[in-house]
């Protein structure tokens, strides 16, 4: 199972229509093959930052995430809208290792 934490800092004139942007990826995403969790966060002192943890249950799970039509979509939307290049890093899941867990 691996994990990607996508961090987002958007322009304040943006905020409402990043998350509409990417409530919609979120709703598409849940949906796929191989996904755990897709976890779209606000951060609470700042309304500008943003963290997406995606859970996938392969590699190839997530890889196939970003060639699906809501994630090209979602990529060229927010684009713009973003006040410095968004940052994933990715992590291994240790704890839960049954996927019941999730």
Not at 61 to 69: D, G, L
Not at 90 to 95: A, F, S
Request: charged share 25%; proline share 6%.
């Amino acid at each position: 199972m691996i994990v990607t934490c996508v961090y987002v800092h958007v322009k304040p004139d943006m905020v409402d229509a990043f998350i509409r942007a990417t409530t919609a990826n979120h709703l598409e995403s849940v949906k796929e093959p191989g996904n755990l969790r897709f976890d779209f966060l606000q951060q609470a002192d700042d309304p500008c930052r943003f963290m997406i943890y995606e859970a996938y249950e392969s590699d190839e799970a997530a890889v196939a995430h970003k060639n699906t039509p809501h994630y090209q979509t979602w990529r060229a939307t927010v684009e713009n809208m973003m006040a410095e290049p968004r940052k994933g890093l990715k992590y291994n899941i240790l704890q839960p290792s049954d996927r019941s867990k999730w």
